[in-house]
């Protein structure tokens, strides 16, 4: 009877709106199915969304966390960049994680997040993404939704083809766009030809998820753009497009434009990985951090390394071959069964669909027509596999949803394309607004897609909401892809510039989220585990408050005996142990961040106080219903005073 | 007599389900507290449902000036009842025992029945008392000191039995497995009683 009543409602809605069209050709699609995406994409409040989305967060150096499909944005993860929110980048503790060989980097450009894999599914333990300009690949918990480690990536420059998983995160991989002198030497930049490299780097992944670069491969200097590795059958390779082959150093939008082919590379890791553990490759000079967070004492440190394995290609036999792609190819995307190696020309209107079972017997036929500085080059027809014609124009990157079909973006022509793989026929195209760059189908770098949606990230946004003056945020669009023909359902605008994305069932990680941190496993070498450890201690200028927070005071919440000059460490340990109750805690004055402290963490900031006096500092997060009255006072006396040291509860001294 | 033995003997034993299951429980719902904090009341002591909730019923407690939940120490209810119950049990098997071999008649059964409920309704009583201290006697410098409509100060006490809403927080108060198998117990007491009451009449 309800379904009755639904369909006559429908059929009654797609009147109305049929009839309020302007027009509308008949192969338009009907009202009914219009007004049902909204239903599609209603989240009931209190409910839960069905993904997990993980959008780079481009130059806000983040990641951000979407639901799907309701496009609700839960969270963003400060990774490679301050985050003045909950002080990242600004406390004592996360300070380390943006150390790199230039120093202290407060900045990044962060990409293409990728979810670590066992047999080549999801398995929801990590999310890796990396960093563009300072080159660096970070790994964030996903029971902890934080940045844990982050590797610099020496010699490279431009880290872009770059963080993608192999299936069984054996390797985290990370390419380089812009080739540079390998190591990087004071010399003419007209002199780059043959003398620059474009070096790739394979970090291992420990079982703790721990990353360690296990080696660098010396590239000719050509820009690998993007990459992704085999799985089944081609497992143990690992694929990147290149473009300016030319190896132009100046005005590229023409120079790297010229060759009507660049090439795929593909690159057969497990011989590699052989050779260098049967003593393979040259050690050589290299300077770079890496960045651990360890969850025990709540702190990052930086640890400096001196020294990179590096391969060259040629020594090492069948490791390295090139197959000429079309186009200046930007995506570069394995389908789920690890045959087909697409290649997304985006300089032209056609996608080449390279074969990874012709491409073995091509190698095995020594079937060349030349070399590139001594890496063989494959004969394009022999590992072709197709072209998808006329898809759009200027194709970027595809996706795959496990039924046999492929989805492609077109920047230019601004849409996504569905095709078929093994006929390369097109089976449909829906706009995109405006630009698309990647889209992501969850679990789409993997050999189990869910092809149930599909989200369009768009470079450029245009009128598609309310306008907010010349800067806008970018837009994406969640299509459902389930049926024969995409539906777009929803238009949501997104923060900073998403590039990639990675997407996981709920499921599979949200009874994993961790509520708190264990008060009795916080080893931070400053906390105050209950409110009778809380003191102060000088040390010369140096003040070191161990202080305490619970609903609804600060223990010390009386400080005396501070002086101007002084340099005060506030580690502020959140006594709490109940599910979302954090702490905040902001001094006056303090030239850095405030804190957001969680249930049995300790984050510490700095405080120089400049001016005599009495100066208040308070919780920064609405925690309880007392929450205003969560403050205290610091005095701050001359710097030739003699006022002790003082710190008290209640007027009462804690110990 | 042998068939009435044994049922009071395991009447009896099924008193002991105390020792691992809790006897009560009371739960603590609240708009934020979706997943409600709850409390086992076992006889030898009180503990959170989740790891952290007799804390977190503390620290929210301290804003009406509630006293934080008791210690096995602090209570020697907690001390007491272990022995009662184990003693009980003890004693009713050993009636069960020697009903068995027909030293003792029935009536010893229906004896142990009258004394153990008497010792529940005091430990209802006790109990009851102690929720009602627990809900009223409060801290004089309170954050929140709230008054019902004629004036009187609030009182938090959570029900005996059943459900009931204190300010911003809807108290379930319910017997848990440890009750339920004293009840069933106790019951069967009362069957072991019947049934050897038959028996001797039979035979007389």
């Known amino acids: 009877m309800k379904n009755i009543f639904r369909i006559a409602v429908l059929g009654v809605l797609g009147l109305i709106i049929q009839s309020c069209g302007n027009g509308g050709s008949s192969d338009e699609k009907s009202g009914a199915l219009t007004s049902n995406a909204a239903d599609r994409v209603y989240v009931a409040p209190g409910e839960h969304d069905e993904y997990y989305a993980f959008l780079s967060g481009g130059y806000s150096g983040n990641l951000t966390v979407y639901g799907l499909p309701s496009g609700r944005m839960l969270k963003e993860i400060p990774v490679f960049s301050q985050f003045p929110t909950n002080g990242y980048g600004y406390s004592e503790e996360t300070v380390p994680m943006l150390n790199t060989s230039f120093g202290f980097v407060p900045w990044g450009d962060s990409h293409h997040p990728d979810i670590s894999q066992t047999n080549g599914e999801l398995d929801g333990r990590w999310i890796f993404i990396n960093e563009n300009n300072t080159p660096r690949i970070a790994r964030i918990s996903l029971e902890t939704f934080e940045t844990e480690e982050i590797i610099e990536i020496p010699h490279s420059a431009g880290n872009h083809s770059s963080s993608f998983i192999t299936e069984n995160t054996e390797y985290v991989v990370a390419g380089t766009r812009f080739s540079v002198p390998y190591p990087q030497e004071d010399m003419a930049i007209d002199q780059m030809k043959g003398n620059f490299k474009g070096p790739l780097t394979f970090i291992a992944i420990g079982d703790d998820g721990k990353m360690s670069i296990d080696f660098q491969l010396k590239m000719p200097g050509f820009n690998y753009d993007l990459s992704h590795p085999g799985r089944g059958d081609s497992h143990g390779w690992f694929f990147f497009t290149t473009y300016n082959t030319e190896e132009a150093h100046t005005m590229q939008e023409v120079n790297a434009s010229q060759n009507d082919k660049d090439f795929i590379a593909a690159v057969n890791w497990k011989k590699i990985q052989e050779y260098v553990q049967n003593g393979g490759g040259e050690e050589i000079d290299a300077e770079y951090a890496h960045n651990y967070f360890d969850h025990s004492t709540q702190s990052a440190t930086t640890t400096m390394e001196s020294k990179v394995l590096t391969v060259d290609p040629r020594e090492v036999e069948g490791a390295v071959y090139f197959m000429p792609t079309p186009k200046s190819p930007h995506g570069c995307d394995v389908d789920p069964t690890g045959e087909y190696i697409v290649g997304n020309g985006k300089l032209s209107t056609d996608l080449t669909v390279h074969s990874f079972s012709k491409m073995l017997k091509a190698i095995e036929n020594e079937d060349f027509e030349g070399d590139a500085y001594g890496i063989p080059i494959l004969n394009f027809d022999s590992t072709l596999a197709g072209t998808v014609k006329e898809g759009g124009l200027g194709p970027l990157h595809t996706e795959f949803d496990g039924k046999g079909n492929a989805y492609t973006t077109f920047f230019i022509s601004s849409e996504v394309v569905k095709w078929k793989l093994g006929t390369w026929e097109v089976l449909d195209r829906q706009p995109s607004y405006y630009s698309v760059g990647h889209l992501m189908i969850p679990g789409g770098n993997s050999r189990e897609p869910y092809g149930k949606y599909m989200i369009s990230m768009n470079k450029i946004t245009k009128d598609r909401y309310l306008p907010t003056g010349p800067e806008l945020e970018h837009s994406a669009q969640l299509y459902d892809i389930s049926g024969e023909k995409m539906e777009l359902l929803l238009d949501f605008p997104t923060h900073g510039e998403p590039h990639y994305a990675a997407g996981i069932p709920a499921d599979k990680i949200k009874s994993k989220s961790q509520k708190i941190y264990r008060l009795d496993e916080n080893e931070h070498e400053y906390a105050a585990t209950s409110e009778s450890e809380t003191k102060m201690v000088r040390d010369g200028n140096e003040v070191h408050v161990y202080m305490t927070t619970v609903r609804s005071h600060f223990s010390p919440d009386n400080l005396e005996g501070i002086k101007v000059g002084d340099k005060v460490f506030f580690h502020v340990t959140n006594l709490e142990q109940d599910f979302d109750v954090p702490h905040g805690f902001a001094m006056i004055g303090a030239n850095t961040s405030e804190l957001l402290i969680m249930p049995g963490q300790t984050k510490t900031i700095t405080w120089e106080p400049k001016k005599e006096g009495v100066w208040p500092f308070y919780c920064t997060d609405f925690c309880s219903a007392l929450h205003q009255e969560m403050q205290g006072y610091v005095r701050v006396s001359g710097q030739n005073s003699n006022v002790p040291l003082k710190w008290t509860l209640d007027d009462e001294e804690i110990n | 007599m042998k068939k009435s033995g044994i049922l009071m003997v395991i009447g009896s034993v099924l008193?002991?389900?105390?020792?691992?299951?809790?006897?009560?429980?009371?739960?603590?719902?609240?708009?934020?507290?979706?997943?409600?904090?709850?409390?086992?009341?076992?006889?030898?002591g009180i503990q959170g449902e989740e790891e952290f909730d007799i804390q977190n019923i503390d620290g929210i407690n301290h804003y009406i000036g509630m006293k934080k939940i008791p210690t096995p120490a602090e209570m020697w209810e907690f001390n007491t009842f272990p022995l009662v119950i184990g003693g009980m049990a003890a004693l009713g098997v050993l009636l069960g025992i020697l009903g068995f071999f027909k030293v003792i008649g029935p009536n010893w059964f229906l004896g142990w029945l009258i004394l153990m409920t008497i010792?529940?309704?005091?430990?209802?009583?006790?109990?009851?008392?102690?929720?009602?201290?627990?809900?009223?006697?409060?801290?004089?410098?309170?954050?929140?000191?709230?008054?019902?409509?004629?004036?009187?100060?609030?009182?938090?006490?959570?029900?005996?039995?059943?459900?009931?809403?204190?300010?911003?927080?809807?108290?379930?108060?319910?017997?848990?497995?440890?009750?339920?198998?004293?009840?069933?117990?106790?019951?069967?007491?009362?069957?072991?009683?019947?049934?050897?009451?038959?028996?001797?009449?039979?035979?007389?």
């Open chain 2, 119 to 204: 010792l529940g309704i005091l430990g209802m009583v006790d109990f009851n008392n102690w929720l009602t201290d627990y809900g009223t006697d409060l801290d004089p410098k309170a954050i929140m000191k709230l008054t019902d409509s004629e004036g009187n100060p609030l009182s938090y006490k959570p029900p005996l039995l059943g459900s009931q809403k204190i300010l911003n927080f809807t108290a379930h108060s319910y017997p848990r497995a440890g009750a339920y198998l004293m009840f069933a117990g106790m019951l069967l007491t009362l069957v072991a009683w019947w049934v050897g009451k038959k028996a001797t009449k039979g035979r007389s």
């Open chain 2, 15 to 44: 008193l002991l389900g105390l020792f691992i299951y809790p006897l009560w429980n009371i739960q603590l719902e609240a708009p934020q507290y979706p997943d409600p904090l709850g409390m086992n009341i076992y006889i030898s």
